[in-house]
């Protein structure tokens, strides 16, 4: 009789850090897609937009202007999310059940934009990993700065690549989102990760890591590495091309890699290498969220609870105009995938880590 | 001094059914639009389409042929998640740590799709009462037929409505997808519910509508009702116009609705209000996933972690072309919404509640 196989038989997988499951289909990639076509965007874009609120010199929707900053800049997001100044929110004191019905809290903080270079047409991917190594000492300078303000006790980087990830300008940056709060999915993570600690004496992410390098005899999910870092196609992903970097050694936060020079050159190297993967897989700029879990600058202890990783969350299902629609039974009942991990890290495996010279084309 | 205020000020919201926060940001709404427009596809169809694989007569993907159905008509989904047939899952034995970070499940099951009408060119919200009670009754009859079924203790009734929420084929149809396993969101909503039982005994939803419709003085976010049912914008709401549909006895399944029909009619009704008052707030197709979440099938009882409600998730944010991206911060960290909950009721509870005329404009 035939017997159960993760490429042909439908099953769930089980996410640790955030203690949930994904539905997958690996037999579903055989349908045919008649929906809605994105635009594929591949269009040449000057170096320097005059009407671009992010360019060196220009002006904001809200009059500043930027100066003419020649690597990365950083400064307030003039629609924030989150505010410093607002007068603090007081419950009504819970007295009965109903109350729990009704549950709000204020959030304080501050959101931030982060340019990653001048030039209005560059992506990460075709950026020299000097290039990339002045971003992550930008993202270790503000995650100190904001650390010691008072009312921020989780700071968010995130990039929004692309205009079917809702970026609303193509000019390369990230947002870093300060709140009073630590956020569901930061919370759900370090709560699992506790947990397995207490129950293991070890680091849910280090076990990960030791498990998918060394311990497994094959590789199936990993993609690429360097000395510190990994970077690999979870098991239990969501995304087509979900992947995720990982430091080899067990640090918690950006903090860590202050001033150590190799660190930092290796993640720049990680984050070059499978972001031109990943442009290389559909031969076009490829559209992503991508985000960095890391330490709360509360006043807690988090050795035991933190690992610092990126994710890269990319809308695409299987060609530049297609994508993976996370909606009804994903929203409903739970998330569902057709392509799987090992599939996936396996192409990603093969693409090349070089930049994909499309604009030049 | 000035005073806290849900309309100006950023604050969490706490969704007691999923035990999660979403973060409010009233005041970026007035934020302006620089990203990706949709497609307004207000676009006039034929009422029977010769290429369409639902219409009645046609041909579908795999050869089968559709009979030439008169108003609601079922048959397997040609490219199912999750299918009956398929070798048991047996998970190597948990022997350490380690087993845990691998751990899947095997997921057998149907998938169904039900076309809600012959016309190809019709939604639910130019649809009679008297059609969608049909369409209701089709629900009781293939939730009755599936939960009698092995290897199936979950059904997930959903609607994709428009492309830009993925759904391939205009034809107005829903998708039954019934599994072995419970999924995610209702094994959430069932603990939810067994917790709040446990502590209050009482029901949740029963008690969130005393709450919504007789304790509070004002009635702040109720869009419209009838003796049955109630139609509400939750106060965690998520998506800028998601809505949910509430039974007001505590019924636990589309089951306890067979032979009511008081309850049917009553269920049609609001179902076709709702639908149309998202019609007419931009004046277009509003594009949708609703989904209905009732009790597990499996030999458990629910008669207290259970109450049968609708959840309307749609995309839109302000404009047929203008919708909300759930991305990198949402992934990363947080559900994030602009508008809130009670300014969304108060759009739809004047929006008017019949049929907009788009396609005879
Ligand atoms: O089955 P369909 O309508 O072709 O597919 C649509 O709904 C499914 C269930 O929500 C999603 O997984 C798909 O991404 C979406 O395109
Ligand atoms: O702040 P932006 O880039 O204008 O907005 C984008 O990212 C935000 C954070 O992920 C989302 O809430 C918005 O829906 C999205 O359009």
Not at 20 to 34: A, D
Not at 133 to 142: D, E, M, N
Not at 170 to 192: G, N, R
């Amino acid at each position: 009789t035939e017997e159960f196989n993760f490429e042909e038989h439908s099953h769930r997988r089980f996410n640790p850090l955030t203690n949930s499951w994904v539905l997958c289909s690996p037999h579903r990639t055989k349908r045919p897609w008649q929906g809605q076509n994105e635009v594929n965007n591949n269009e040449l874009l000057p170096e320097y937009d005059p009407k671009c609120y992010l360019c060196p010199g220009n002006e904001r929707a809200q009059g500043a202007k930027n100066y003419n900053y020649e690597s990365t800049f950083i400064f307030s997001n003039d629609f924030a999310a989150v505010k410093i100044e607002q007068p603090e929110y007081l419950p009504q004191e819970q007295t009965d059940k109903f109350s729990n019905l009704l549950r709000a809290e204020g959030v304080r903080g501050e959101c931030k934009v982060m340019c990653f270079s001048p030039k209005h047409n560059i992506t990460v991917a075709e950026m020299t990993e000097d290039a990339i190594l002045h971003v992550i000492q930008s993202w270790i300078k503000i995650y100190q700065e904001m650390s010691t303000k008072p009312y921020i006790n989780y700071i968010q980087i995130f990039e929004n690549k692309g205009s079917i990830m809702g970026c609303s300008n193509p000019h390369p940056h990230c947002q870093i989102w300060c709140t009073e709060t630590i956020p569901e999915e930061p919370s759900k993570e370090l709560l699992s990760m506790k947990n397995y600690y207490e129950k293991n004496h070890s680091c849910l992410l280090c076990d990960y890591i030791y498990l998918e390098t060394i311990k497994l005899e094959q590789k199936p999910r990993i993609i690429c590495e360097n000395d510190s870092f990994l970077c690999l196609t979870p098991f239990w992903a969501i995304w087509p091309y979900e992947t995720m970097i990982i430091s080899k050694s067990h640090i918690i936060s950006l903090f860590d890699l202050n001033d150590r020079n190799k660190l930092q050159q290796d993640l720049a190297n990680i984050i070059r290498r499978i972001t031109c993967k990943y442009d290389n897989v559909f031969k076009s700029s490829f559209p992503y969220s991508m985000g960095i879990h890391q330490a709360p600058v509360d006043d807690k202890d988090h050795t035991n609870d933190s690992h610092l990783h990126f994710h890269f969350y990319p809308a695409l299902l299987r060609s530049p105009t297609i994508k993976k629609f996370l909606v009804g039974y994903e929203l409903l009942a739970e998330p569902q995938r057709d392509l799987t991990s090992e599939l996936v890290a396996e192409q990603l495996k093969n693409s090349l880590p070089f930049v994909f010279l499309w604009r030049f084309a």
